[in-house]
């Protein structure tokens, strides 16, 4: 049961980590220059052309812009974001399943704790 509610938890991350990509490519894409407003964060899985070509000076900048994002996107809704009803839906679907990733640990421990 424990193996069952460990993989659920880190599918549910995975996923939560898919989106935020998804959702960073469609502001790379479409929204360009609010993407290097942000700071030119990337993703989880998917990265930027512009990172991979400009080394590791590039890379620690995006990374914190990406650190940044993940928890400022959790809270609050840009304001490209509500041009775009494709926008609307990828950060949707972001908070949604980072949201359940965290706290599905406190579920199942109440879970376990009723069961014994």
Do not use: C, H
Not at 45 to 56: L, M, N
Not at 105 to 111: C, N, S
């Amino acid at each position: 049961m424990i193996y069952l509610l460990i993989f659920g938890w880190i599918s549910l991350g995975v996923a939560g980590a898919i989106a935020f990509d998804k959702f960073i490519y469609l502001q790379y894409s479409r929204f360009r220059r609010n993407w290097e407003r942000d700071g030119k964060p990337f993703g989880f899985f998917w990265t930027t052309p512009e990172v991979k070509r400009a080394g590791f000076w590039s890379f620690l900048g995006s990374s914190s812009a990406r650190r940044r994002a993940t928890f400022d996107w959790l809270f609050a809704t840009p304001a490209w974001v509500k041009e775009s009803s494709a926008a609307t839906a990828g950060l949707y679907a972001y908070r949604l399943l980072s949201l359940i990733s965290l706290l599905s640990p406190l579920v199942a421990v109440l879970f376990l704790e009723y069961l014994t």
